[in-house]
């Protein structure tokens, strides 16, 4: 039996799992355990930003098998809906030079040339999903220039926590997935349209969630 970590920054996003199946774990973060779809499952809320997240996955994923993360995103130009995150960078890991942000990948010597800065997830099992990269960074984006500037990297998507899981599961040399559903697009009014779709985009990236878990 494989031991799934599935990590949601929000609790409105990690309730909408498994309807709230599982007993509590104790330790630093919210979390809960209990054996579903022939896995161990730990649905952990880990809070907002990259260092909470990157601090769960380290805690909680050092048994585990494969890392997963669920809940909600901003779309760069993305439609709504649910995508399986194919691959994510880290948009504030980089170098300021003159007049320019160069992005690199996150751990890795932000000094000469910048290679490819995403880190790959686990191969999609078939969920029929739209595909995105995401980029992750610890700033809610609700600025159309930041947005346009998120974009030129290729992503499609921007919250702030996969990119930093996407890392602590490279470090640890396990897989990770992550299945995210759009509440806003980066602009003016994104701190309004989120609040008005959490709930909704949370259960939306959980039922792939669920999907995606009883299939592997």
Same mark, same amino acid.
């Given at each position: 039996m494989s031991h799934i970590l599935i990590l949601a920054a929000l609790p409105e996003e990690a309730d909408a799992l498994f309807a709230r199946a599982g007993e509590p774990v104790a330790g630093p973060?919210?979390?809960?355990? $209990? *054996?579903?779809?022939?896995?161990?499952?730990?649905?952990?809320?880990?809070?907002?930003g990259k260092v909470n997240a990157a601090l769960c996955a380290g805690?909680?994923?050092? /048994? =585990? /098998?494969?890392?997963?993360?669920?809940g909600t995103c901003g779309s760069l130009g993305a439609a709504p809906g649910a995508y399986w995150i194919a691959e994510a960078l880290q948009h504030d890991y980089g170098a300021n030079q003159p007049g320019l942000f160069r992005r690199?990948?996150? #751990?890795?010597? +932000?000094? #000469?040339?910048?290679?490819?800065?995403? $880190?790959? =997830?686990?191969? /999609? +099992?078939?969920?029929?999903?739209?595909?995105?990269?995401?980029?992750?960074?610890?700033?809610?984006?609700?600025? +159309?220039?930041?947005?346009? *500037?998120?974009?030129?990297?290729?992503?499609?998507?921007?919250?702030?926590?996969?990119?930093?899981?996407?890392?602590?599961?490279?470090?640890?040399?396990? +897989?990770?997935?992550?299945?995210?559903?759009?509440? /806003?697009?980066?602009?003016?009014?994104?701190?309004? *349209? $989120?609040h008005v779709n959490l709930v909704r985009a949370a259960r939306a990236a959980a039922r792939e969630i669920e999907r995606l878990v009883a299939m592997i």
């Open positions: 973060f919210a979390a809960r355990r $209990f *054996d579903g779809s022939g896995h161990r499952l730990t649905i952990a809320t880990c809070g907002l805690v909680l994923g050092a /048994d =585990a /098998d494969l890392l997963l993360m669920t690199y990948r996150a #751990g890795e010597w +932000p000094i #000469g040339e910048a290679g490819e800065a995403h $880190f790959r =997830a686990m191969a /999609d +099992p078939g969920l029929g999903l739209p595909h995105a990269r995401i980029a992750s960074g610890d700033s809610f984006v609700a600025c +159309p220039d930041a947005a346009a *500037d998120l974009a030129a990297l290729g992503a499609t998507l921007v919250d702030m926590e996969v990119g930093a899981v996407a890392q602590v599961a490279a470090r640890l040399g396990k +897989p990770w997935g992550a299945i995210k559903a759009v509440t /806003d697009e980066a602009n003016g009014d994104s701190a309004g *349209d $989120f």
